[in-house]
Structure formats: C-alpha cells, structure tokens
C-alpha cells in the first residue's frame, strides 16, 4: 500500500538536544511538506520541498532544518534554537510540485505523526 | 486577509443528527477549499473539496456548502453518526499557500 511513514511515533528528549524525525513516501509525490499541530492551533507550515535537493521555508521555519536527497525522504530537524518544540509534528506530500499546499488534483496527503516531548 | 476562521471550536450532536461546521475568508483570490478530517493520534485525510466556482458539493453523508458572495462555506454531516467523531480542519488554497482553520472537535452521543 502507497503511504506515508513518520517515525517515531513518540520521541523524548531533554532540552539543548538536536532531534530528528523521519518522513518516507512511497507515492512518487514530488512535493512533501512539514507541519506543527498545537492544540488548538490548527496546522502550520514548517518547511516544504517541491524537488529534490530543493527545500523552502514556510510559515514557522525558525529553529528548523530539513533535508531532501531523495524523493522519498523528507527528515526533519528540530534544533536546540527551537524556543516550544513539544508539539506534534505532521508530514505530507503531494503529486505535484509547483502548487504549495496541494490544490484540487493534487490534494495533500498526510502521515501519522510524531509526537514529540522535549523536558 | 489570509485567515480562515473556523467555528465553533467544538460541537456535540446526537447520533442521527446533522453536523454543521462554518468557516469564513477573507482573500478572494483563494480557489481550493478543503476539508480534512482527523482521528487522535492520526494525520488529517482529506473529506471532501470544492472549487468556488459551484455552490455545492456532496459525497455520501458529507456535503459542501460555498458562499462566494459571503465568502463563506459550511460542512454537513447527514445522519451523523459516532465513527464520525474526530476533528475537522477547513482550509483554503490560494497565493500559492494552503491555510488551515484552526478545527472543530465534533463528537456524536451514542
């Protein structure tokens, strides 16, 4: 089955450390994104790539880095410079990537998520 | 101008009832407009989408309502039943930009 895999699902680490979530698809999408989802919050946009070896900053980029040297891997980066990094952490795709965001023909698809708990 | 307000933040409905979601924009130039539905623990999936150039759009139990001219549009759940119980994010598409509303927790009583 085509999909998106975030792992872990729960990961903790203590302040000051730099920490690193996982993002693979498998539906040959070109573009793929990341979110932050805080209660209440709705979902805002961290980074996004829309080629390989391509990346963007998005809405809330600061204290964040990301990577794309595969079409299928997306990992990111939540560094130490992060001020709140307790949140859960979403990532998406989508077929086509000149459109940010998805459009009509080229919804969003989202993972699972990691839930992350930084003390 | 690149808000997208959600409402309510959340709603109780007894089974076999209707669902109804609200949200309002204010950029005319947005022209996608999803809605996403998600379980705890889950990621969002899409539910349903409408372009602005129809009024209405409806899927099984689940129907768009746009209002260009109010810049508005609604989701109904038909027959609202409690598998339906999750959290539902409205958004909007344009300036090359999604934004999401802030979602609405919906639970259906037994």
């Known amino acids: 089955d085509g999909g998106i895999t975030q792992s872990p699902k729960y990961l903790f680490r203590k302040e000051g450390q730099n920490v690193t979530l996982s993002c693979e698809q498998n539906?040959?999408?070109?573009?793929m994104y990341w979110y932050r989802q805080d209660p209440g919050q709705g979902l805002r946009l961290i980074y996004y790539?829309?080629?390989?070896?391509?990346?963007q900053k998005g809405d809330i980029a600061e204290g964040y880095s990301v990577s794309r040297e595969k079409k299928e891997s997306f990992p990111l980066t939540v560094t130490s410079a992060q001020k709140n990094p307790t949140a859960f952490y979403l990532c998406?795709?989508?077929?086509?990537?000149?459109?940010?965001?998805?459009?009509?023909?080229?919804?969003?698809?989202f993972g699972n998520g990691t839930r992350l708990t930084v003390t | 101008q690149q808000q997208v307000k959600q409402s309510p933040q959340s709603l109780i409905v007894q089974k076999g009832g209707i669902s109804i979601i609200n949200c309002a924009y204010e950029?005319?130039?947005?022209?996608?407009f999803p809605w996403y539905q998600q379980f705890p623990g889950k990621g969002p999936a899409l539910l349903i989408a409408i372009r602005p150039d129809v009024s209405e759009k409806k899927e099984g139990r689940f129907t768009i309502s746009f209002n260009k001219s109010a810049k508005q549009f609604s989701l109904h759940i038909m027959d609202s039943q409690p598998g339906d119980s999750a959290t539902y994010f409205c958004a909007a598409r344009g300036d090359d930009k999604i934004i999401f509303g802030k979602g609405t927790r919906l639970h259906i009583l037994p």
């Open positions: 790539s829309q080629i390989v070896n391509d990346f």
């Open positions: 950029n005319t130039a947005f022209d996608y």
């Open positions: 539906l040959n999408h070109d573009a």
């Open positions: 998406a795709s989508s077929i086509a990537g000149q459109v940010r965001g998805g459009s009509y023909n080229s919804p969003l698809h």
